[in-house]
């Protein structure tokens, strides 16, 4: 099976790599994220098991929520 490839799927791709980048950016700015990560008072609430259970999470939505908002989109202005 033959597949073509179009700018639209390029711009999935793009959207799926620019989420995937910018949503750990995001998190880790974050002031939760910040105390959870040493930046507490006095190593208060140090708790590196996030980087373990949030950071995927983050990273696969950062993925795949464009990526899925740019499919809805399309196929509502196909039709």
């Known amino acids: 099976m033959k597949r073509r490839v ?10 799926s790599a620019a989420g995937a980048t910018a949503a ?3 998190w880790l700015s974050m002031s939760r994220t ?3 990560l ?6 208060e609430g140090m708790d590196y098991s996030v ?10 939505a950062g ?11 399309i196929r509502a202005f196909r039709n």
């Open 24 to 26: 750990p950016l995001l």
């Open 51 to 60: 980087l373990l259970t949030e950071l995927p999470l983050v990273i696969l």
């Open 63 to 73: 993925a795949f929520l464009p990526v899925l908002t740019l499919t809805l989109l």
């Open 34 to 36: 910040q105390r959870h």
């Open 6 to 15: 179009d700018g639209v799927t390029c711009g999935g791709c793009a959207l």
């Open 38 to 43: 040493g930046g507490g008072f006095e190593d």
